[in-house]
């Protein structure tokens, strides 16, 4: 181990190399991963993996409290295990990271199957809107996704999205005055287009500018044989053969809201 942080009522222990993927200090949509540390035939349960940002003179800041942009030079960002309270652990102890393999696979499906979905979503919303806005997704549709995302939570086998469709993308030229029956219409289209790109069993990639725990990463695949690139910093499968069926349910709770809930089989 490389530090330990005494936080009242948790341990936060970084080590120099973790396999522990930490919760997004920004847009926390995927959850850390789950596991234990063992220390001189002791186990502890990791119960977060978080963002540390740390700079110069020793000054930390944890989790959602990080004020520093990503790219900030000054500072330098690691993972920091949490661990229970009364864990007995020393800079330069010798401990095992074991992740949750399982855990970590079910995240990673929900996540690679989150972006296929939105891609879907944006290709079916293409045609409502009235003009078409600067911002396209990866295969060239008006990114919707991107510009109505409010919330978007990841979990063991699915993934729900809420968007907004106020007067802020209404001003962007987006129809969201749509019927009930035309959104079952675009849901059925949207599950269509899932099933088809699926077919191909496309391999998954992740590619980064660098080695550092914020070095810019993208997720890349084959949909409809156009290749796609996003920019994600989550874990996700390495084919589509690994995630299996893909069902998207929208629902529209108000006029000025959607829900997405994408569930793999």
């Not at 330990?4 to 948790?10: A, Q, S």
């Given at each position: 181990?490389?530090?330990?942080?005494?936080?009242?009522e948790?341990?936060v222990?970084?080590?120099d190399?973790?396999?522990?993927?930490?919760?997004d200090?920004?847009w926390?949509?995927?959850?850390?991963d789950?596991?234990?540390?063992e220390v001189?035939g002791t186990?502890f349960?990791?119960?977060?993996?978080?963002v540390?940002?740390?700079?110069?003179?020793?000054?930390y800041?944890?989790?959602?409290?990080i004020?520093?942009?990503?790219n900030d030079?000054q500072?330098?960002?690691?993972v920091?295990?949490?661990l229970?309270?009364g864990?007995s652990?020393s800079k330069?102890?010798?401990?095992l990271?074991?992740?949750?393999?399982n855990?970590r696979?079910a995240?990673?499906?929900?996540h690679?199957a989150a972006?296929?979905m939105?891609?879907a979503?944006n290709?079916?919303?293409?045609?409502?809107?009235?003009?078409?806005?600067?911002?396209?997704d990866?295969?060239?549709?008006p990114?919707?996704?991107?510009?109505?995302?409010?919330?978007?939570?990841?979990?063991?086998?699915?993934?729900?999205d809420?968007?907004?469709?106020?007067?802020s993308?209404?001003?962007?030229?987006f129809?969201?005055?749509?019927?009930?029956e035309?959104?079952?219409e675009?849901?059925?289209?949207?599950?269509?287009r899932?099933?088809?790109?699926?077919e191909?069993?496309s391999?998954?990639?992740?590619?980064?500018d660098?080695d550092l725990?914020?070095?810019?990463?993208h997720?890349n695949?084959?949909?409809?044989?156009?290749?796609?690139?996003?920019?994600c910093?989550?874990?996700?499968?390495?084919s589509?053969?690994?995630?299996?069926?893909?069902?998207?349910?929208?629902s529209?709770?108000d006029?000025?809201?959607l829900?997405?809930?994408?569930?793999?089989?």
């Amino acid at each position: 181990m490389v530090a330990v942080f005494d936080e009242g009522e948790r341990v936060v222990i970084v080590t120099d190399v973790t396999p522990f993927h930490p919760r997004d200090y920004q847009w926390a949509d995927q959850p850390a991963d789950r596991g234990v540390v063992e220390v001189c035939g002791t186990s502890f349960p990791v119960l977060d993996a978080v963002v540390i940002a740390v700079g110069q003179g020793g000054s930390y800041y944890m989790d959602a409290e990080i004020p520093i942009k990503k790219n900030d030079p000054q500072w330098f960002f690691c993972v920091g295990h949490v661990l229970p309270r009364g864990a007995s652990l020393s800079k330069g102890d010798e401990v095992l990271l074991l992740v949750d393999e399982n855990y970590r696979s079910a995240l990673s499906r929900a996540h690679s199957a989150a972006h296929i979905m939105s891609l879907a979503l944006n290709m079916e919303l293409s045609a409502l809107w009235r003009k078409i806005p600067e911002k396209k997704d990866a295969l060239g549709n008006p990114d919707f996704d991107r510009m109505a995302i409010d919330l978007s939570v990841i979990g063991e086998g699915e993934c729900e999205d809420r968007y907004r469709l106020g007067k802020s993308l209404r001003k962007k030229g987006f129809s969201s005055d749509i019927s009930g029956e035309r959104w079952e219409e675009l849901e059925h289209a949207v599950n269509a287009r899932i099933s088809g790109w699926l077919e191909n069993n496309s391999a998954v990639s992740i590619t980064r500018d660098g080695d550092l725990l914020m070095s810019f990463r993208h997720w890349n695949a084959s949909l409809g044989g156009c290749c796609v690139s996003l920019p994600c910093g989550g874990t996700h499968v390495s084919s589509f053969s690994e995630i299996g069926e893909i069902k998207v349910t929208l629902s529209v709770p108000d006029a000025e809201t959607l829900l997405v809930r994408t569930v793999i089989g």
